[in-house]
């Protein structure tokens, strides 16, 4: 099955730029998508199609996919972005939904 | 409001069963595909399970197959989840989402979440 890796944690002083990646074999192929789970809530949809936005998401979020990296990209960090993150895609050929191991975003 | 509520966790024996059940409202509940996705604390987030609008087709990952099975009444606009043989690693929050769709294109990911039910597999 498809595999997702994340780095675990990432570090970020507020203001500075966060940038969580999310590695698959030829991952620009597909299409990724990232959630925010802040601690003791429900995961929330941050980016869809690798970089779109839903309603309500703000523009600080952004996504790029190439190659076998996909990447998260979170500017002007502040407190409340503290959460784990999760990449995600559909492997087509099992029809089935992957997610990546997470990555903890502390802001110092 | 859009909104999701699971219902049904427990503490259950290894080899027992559970059903779970998810509530929709706030949306037409029979417009979407619906998901299973669950969270050990260990593991991150695993997706389970998935099922199509009318209930007529369903797909999981090799984990749960032939254990779980995803139901749905879309008259009482609710999601189920059959569970048996259950195993200690099964235990985990089970939650419900939604199928992102826009402008109808089918995205394959959860734009709606529930706040998960709670299912302890221990002797």
């Known amino acids: 099955s498809f595999v997702l890796t994340q780095p675990p944690s990432v570090s970020v002083a507020p203001g500075q730029t966060a940038r969580i990646t999310c590695g698959g074999d030829n991952i620009g192929s597909k299409r990724v998508h990232w959630y925010q789970q802040r601690p003791g809530q429900a995961p929330v949809l941050v980016v869809y199609?690798?970089?779109d936005r839903p309603s309500g998401i703000p523009e600080r979020f952004s996504g790029s996919n190439f190659g076998n990296t996909a990447t998260l990209t979170i500017s002007r960090v502040d407190a409340g972005d503290e959460a784990d993150y999760y990449c995600q895609v559909w492997d087509g050929s099992a029809d089935h939904y992957v997610f990546g191991t997470g990555t903890r975003v502390t802001v110092l | 409001d859009v909104q999701l509520v699971e219902s049904g966790g427990g503490l259950v024996q290894p080899g027992g069963s559970l059903r779970l059940s998810c509530v929709g409202s706030?949306?037409?509940?029979?417009?979407?595909?619906m998901h299973w996705v669950r969270q050990d604390p260990r593991k991150g987030l695993e997706w389970i399970s998935r099922i199509n609008k009318d209930g007529s087709s369903t797909t999981y990952p090799e984990s749960v197959k032939g254990r779980f099975t995803i139901s749905r009444d879309n008259a009482q606009n609710t999601l189920f989840l059959q569970m048996h043989s259950l195993r200690a690693e099964d235990t985990a929050v089970y939650y419900c989402?939604?199928?992102?769709?826009?402008?109808?294109?089918?995205?394959?990911?959860?734009?709606?979440w529930g706040q998960g039910t709670t299912v302890t597999v221990s002797s």
């Open positions: 706030g949306f037409t509940f029979s417009s979407y595909w």
């Open positions: 199609e690798d970089g």
């Open positions: 989402a939604r199928e992102l769709v826009v402008s109808g294109i089918v995205y394959f990911a959860m734009d709606v």
